[in-house]
């Protein structure tokens, strides 16, 4: 892996992150750089190098940021080192992106030329704003049909506030005008600030486990010098001091160096044995001549979302808790404890950092584990104060004390931004406060609007995002920032099969929407609870009290009426299709219940 | 294992329209049944076919039925199934109380056609009447109306026929018990020897898994079939399979065999078959689309394939078949045509022993009134695990 590498003059380096929504082809000009910059060569060249996993390929998000170091020939006759620093494309992880951009001097605001500015993009560069970097904006797509290059540019001027004249246009895609962008980074970025000699400052911009070379930092030295050759570090943090192992750059294959400094971004190894050991935002310094302060802006990530996860098949218990050992790995933020539950046996209390994260490492789950899990519905973590006062705090509905212990009960809220072009700001303000939103502001940009909503966060966790899609015809876009916990009148409501209250099921809603909540969800189990040999009936109760019930009638015969001559295939094909049905529904009591049925909480339709 | 009776199976793939409710392998006719491009030439690829498939599992065994079925077999002459039923007689040897079924679709006959069938040596006839009520028959797509199926059973009666099923549907769109009994003592009136009620269900690929009629709902499902089935036993017809009905002793003996887990030849496009050796079962079927089917039989190239069946999937084929018979079936029946013991068959049942959904007497196994509405979920534990 060692090889002869460029070092450069700092005055020659470049370090830039690129902002874009999903799907506005981020990945694509990256790729592109790549290329023209000769970091792989055409046989080793994937497309979209830079999101590696499958699940990112597919999906187009990134999850885990990764970088690139990359050499470039400027029109100058000089050589720079650019050092291309990956963000994860999506709300949840909005941490880690301004960890990303905090390890930059600049950015590019990538913007697609069709689709226009989306309420994150904004929300990333004004962060990037705020951090003092120079933002270059880029259309992009300016070879497809629909582009509308006008109209995004005026909108990156109303919305984001940035000249627009600027702007450059390319296609990623077709590698048009790709290599004007890398000029002017070379041109318009300064090059990285920060002092060889001062004491080593690194930020780790993001670790992750390697299955050859464990735990694996990416950091930008901001200050000082790091070298390899047994140097002893430390985590600013934590105060736990380590040996370096292995430094070095990737191009984007990994290639060993001696030393990183003041500007330069590599990779770290240093025999850690988990990542948690080495969180995003935390600052790296020398053990033997500390700086006196830690890198501003470091926070441990907390989870938002949490919900109960539990195979289907009992016995898979035991490779389900390996699954999210490994997953853990390589995810700082997911969190899980064991629990168990009368109805669905046992299982794991999983926190997430968002509805997004929740469904990736679902899917990955059930993708790369081969595990057949229940979700149940995802909640928030509520604050109670009980009359004696004592605090809880309480993420499983399950766990709530009895109602005559509480005072009060806490639900936290976010400030939602939402973008969304003048014709669908009637329906998205109806949305949000048929969601228990606060109105907190609104500007009128060109024909854009942003507005901002103080919103409980249980609201939007479930399907807000869906909604908003729906009712600004997919032009809605979404940002989000937690605040604080507020009073709200919040009650439990239990959902029982044939009689039996299944824990998993109860949901905390809001008084108001309790009843209307309950009849919804209960009728939503209905239709996809399938027949029995037996009635079957579903109930919602507020405490004591049934507020709704509906019946699945029992099944009256189930016999194929023609097994046609010979050909038995078919309807064997048909036998196999109901019992496979019937294995991945979970047995409560008597009654099957599908994995649909649990997920229902998620999608009740409101209108 | 013994070796079983043996039948022979000929499918006819074509129709002058293809129903919205058939999942069959049935192709519309562009325009009328070509003589030359149609009729010589899939005779001619039958008899290939069934060339092919004569060989030593099927030496020194008699055939102890022929079922014509489609598709519309009727479209064919009965020129055509002259020389047909003439060339098998050469190749391999019938049974001499052998049942010889063609299946006929009203619409599609002409009055001296039904001598000219008896006389090429055809002595049952299923006809496809479905309903006696216009409008369900226009529902249910067919080409016929009451009138040309009336004409169509006289004329069958008139020229010899005594031995005919007709089949029917029920569960049909709005359809009432009253109107299903209406249906069946209309059928009655004709004497047939067999009656068979089908259910209609909305199978995939179909006109109909696209555009769902409204059916009746489970409860209404069963109270029509239960006034069907009081009305046919009132007047002489016993029920011997979920669908089948027939006077004493005139049980379609073609049907039985597969019931009873019996050997067959299925020879046309997409025919099946089912063959037992000495201590193997095999499965076999042909070339699915008719066109293909001749392109293939005619150049010599691959229109069959073939699979075995493993030990470990006999019990559930068996029983699928045998437990729609309403007086079961014997457990010697069991061990001899699968080959294995019976205590297995016992304990793999037990679960649907306990439901009361199957019981065992007099060395028979059979469904309980109750079972024999769920066989399906009888089966469903019975599949191999994969």
Redesign the interface.
Known sequence: MSGRHFIPHPSRIRNFSIIAHVDHGKSTLADRFIQLCGGLDQREMKEQVLDSMDLERERGITIKAQSVTLQYQANDGHRYQLNLIDTPGHVDFSYEVSRSLTACEGALLVVDAAQGVEAQTVANCYTAVDLGLTVIPVLNKIDLPAAEPDRVLQEIEDVIGLDSNATLSVSAKTGQGVEGVLEQIVTLLPPPRGSENAPLRALIIDTWFDNYLGVVSLIRIMDGVLNTGRTRIRMMSTMKDYRVENIGVFTPKPVNVERLSAGNVGYLIAGLKEIKSARVGDTITLTNQPADQPLPGFKKVKPTVFAGLYPINNADFESFRIALDKLSLNDASLVFTPESSQALGFGFRCGFLGMLHMEIVQERLEREYQLELITTSPTVVYEILLNNGEVLFIDNPADLPDRSKIELIKEPYLIARILVPQDYVGAVISLCVERRGIQKNIHYHGRQVMLEFAMPVNEVVVDFFDHLKSVSRGYGSLDYEFIESRPANMVKVDILINGEKVGPLSVLVHKEHSQHRARELVSRMRKLIPRQ?FDVAIQAAIGAKIITRETVKA??????????????????K???K??AG?KRMKQIGSVAIPQEAFLSILQVERD | MLVPPLSL?IHFPWCIKKCPYC??NSHALKGALNAEKHEEKYIKALLTDLDADLDAATKDRKLVSI?M?GGTPSLFSAKSFSILLDQIKQRIALDANIEITLEANPGTLEHDQFEAYLESGINRLSLGVQSFDDRQLKTLGRIHDSNAAENAIQAAKTAGFENFNLDFMYGLPQQSAEMAVQDCLHAISYSPTHLSF????IEPNTYFYQFPPRLPD??Q??EIQTALQNTLNQYGYQQYE??AYARPGRECKH?LN??QFGD?L?IGA?????LTGDDSIV?S?KQKHPETYMAHIKNNTAYKMENPVPQKERLF?FM??AL?LKDGIKLTTLQQRTGLPKNLAINALQHAINQKWVEITDESIRCTESG??????I??RL?PE?
């Not at chain 1, 009426?561 to 295939?569: E, L, V």
């Not at chain 2, 089908?198 to 269900?201: A, F, M, N, P």
């Open positions: 040999m099944l009256r015969k189930n016999v194929t009426a023609k097994c046609y001559g010979g050909d038995i295939s078919r309807k064997r048909l036998l196999e109901q019992k019937k | 199976y999942d069959f079922f079925g089908y259910q209609l269900t489970d409860v499902q069963i979920v669908s049907n597969y019931w067959y299925g997409g025919a099946h078959s089912k499965r079927w084929e699928m078949n729609r024999y509405l769920f066989i399906d979920e089966l469903q599949l994969s």
